[in-house]
């Protein structure tokens, strides 16, 4: 079994994930680059050895079972472990996304890799993550999620109106509230990251921040020590009001 810490992180070939997986790796973990992409993901992991991290690949797409499952026996193959989940992966859907609008297999595609992807990825690793003496899980959200956010309005002023990222952004939050409540009574912590606004292919690259930047908050979370906060939405300026 390894001796560093073991981390995976979904869609980690590109953006927030990549940068998620190199903070990490910074700081001494062994870390699993989760990505559909083949070819994306085998770059990503040379980059990341090149500097000098601990990475392999880790082939992985959210929505299929047998690919999750297979990414599980890999882990616990390579590691016998599981400290740290990120689940990194997600997607906007596609567009339009005013309610008025919006296709139903836009809102069904947004669930299905945002919300069930983090399930069927979450209780796949789970007997992994029980193995390791301070696991941490962090499900990657948005501001997007906050239904205090979304409703003030004044300060939501030019932001796209989003009727299937935004609510599975929200169920996202409250899948990891229901998370925290089950784990209680373990050493496994789970909160929600934002990012903030962060320019990555998601949104077209218009975010005024850096993926390294958006990074920060799900590398703190990742790393928090035993009894820090479980079942909380945090950004790089703390709590996130739901």
Same mark, same amino acid.
């Given at each position: ?10 869609? %980690? ?5 990549? !940068?998620?997986?190199? #903070?990490?790796?910074?700081? #001494?973990? &062994? ?34 079972? !047998? ?6 026996? $890999? ?6 472990? $599981?400290?740290?989940?990120?689940? =990194? ?10 309610? &008025?609008?919006? @296709? ?24 992994? $993550? ?42 996202? =939050? ?11 009574? &373990? ?12 320019? &990555? ?5 218009? @975010? ?6 958006? %990074? ?21 300026? #703390?709590?996130?009001?739901?």
């Amino acid at each position: 079994m390894s001796e560093r810490r073991v981390a995976l992180v979904t869609g %980690a070939n590109k953006g927030i994930g990549y !940068e998620i997986a190199a #903070g990490l790796g910074a700081l #001494g973990d &062994t870390v699993g680059v989760g990505a559909r992409d083949a070819e994306r993901r085998e770059a990503a992991v040379t980059t990341l050895r090149a500097a000098g991290v601990d990475a392999f690949g880790v082939p992985l797409d959210v929505t299929d079972d !047998e690919s999750v499952a297979a990414a599980a026996r $890999l882990i616990e193959e390579r590691t016998g472990r $599981l400290d740290v989940l990120v689940n =990194n992966a997600g997607v906007i859907g596609g567009f339009p996304q005013e309610p &008025t609008k919006i @296709g139903l297999d836009v809102i069904r595609t947004a669930v299905e890799v945002n919300v069930i992807g983090v399930v069927r990825v979450t209780n796949a690793m789970l007997p992994l $993550l029980r193995r390791a003496a301070a696991p941490r899980i962090v499900n990657m959200s948005s501001s997007g999620g906050s239904l205090t956010r979304q409703t003030t309005f004044g300060d939501n002023a030019g932001r796209p109106i989003s009727a299937g990222y935004s609510p599975s952004k929200s169920m996202l =939050n409250n899948i990891t509230v229901q998370y925290a409540k089950e784990l209680y009574d &373990t050493t496994i912590l789970v909160n929600a990251a934002c990012p903030g606004f962060t320019a &990555t292919d998601l949104n077209g690259s218009r @975010g005024f921040r850096t993926p390294r930047q958006g %990074a920060a908050i799900a590398i703190r979370l990742a790393t928090l020590p035993n009894g820090g906060p479980t079942g909380g939405f945090f950004d790089d300026d #703390g709590p996130v009001p739901w």
